[in-house]
């Protein structure tokens, strides 16, 4: 996702050692691990560092989320291998010999979540994610072939508009809500759920499992600060 620049985004560094500044760096963690493991982002999480990050930021967050557990013991190529397995490489099966009739299926989980909304279009789904980073100054990475519903730039998003709300916005914390019932909170449980079922998740299932807890948890702070907010 690329970000516009503006004083949100420009803003001094130490926006991390603030509260919402941690949770945005955490989502924009997450968000990195929801990518095919490159040399770099094998090495971080091999070496322990990825556990390390996200326990420190974690640690500065009130919300009650238990640490996740980012490490591997498997080698980098099964790594890969258990990315594309789940997120990536389709499934074919020649049915009938006869016509060469093959059955074919997507990957056994999706990273988008309008393939977790039935009762919405695909098109409504992205348009109104289009609008939501459009509005914030921020726009999809054209060289990076993903729909706007792709759960790595909804975690990017909510890691920015947690920037912003550290910085110069507080209200933005109204719009993290909104886009979390909207949008986030779907395709997190979503994900999840779907890794949940599946066998031999690793690394991923235990990601999807803390994010789906994590954005639960900042659904429910967010929703008693709004509450707290009107009655004043």
Sequence with gaps: MTVATDPAHAAVASEVTTEVGALGALYALSARLFTAPDDELYRALESGRVQRESCELLDRIALDVAEPELTVDEEHQML??????????????????????????????????????PEVSWNDVNLDLARAYEYFGCQVDQDQRRNHDHIRLQLEFMGYLCRREATVEPETAAARLDFHDRHLRVVTDGVAEALASEPGTGLYGRLAAFLDELTAADVEALAARQEGDNEQ
């Design 80 to 117: 890969s291998a258990r990315y594309n397995d789940l997120f990536v490489v389709g499934y074919s099966e020649v049915v009938d010999k006869t016509d060469g009739t093959i059955d074919s299926q997507g990957p056994p989980v999706s990273l988008y979540e309008s393939d977790y909304r």
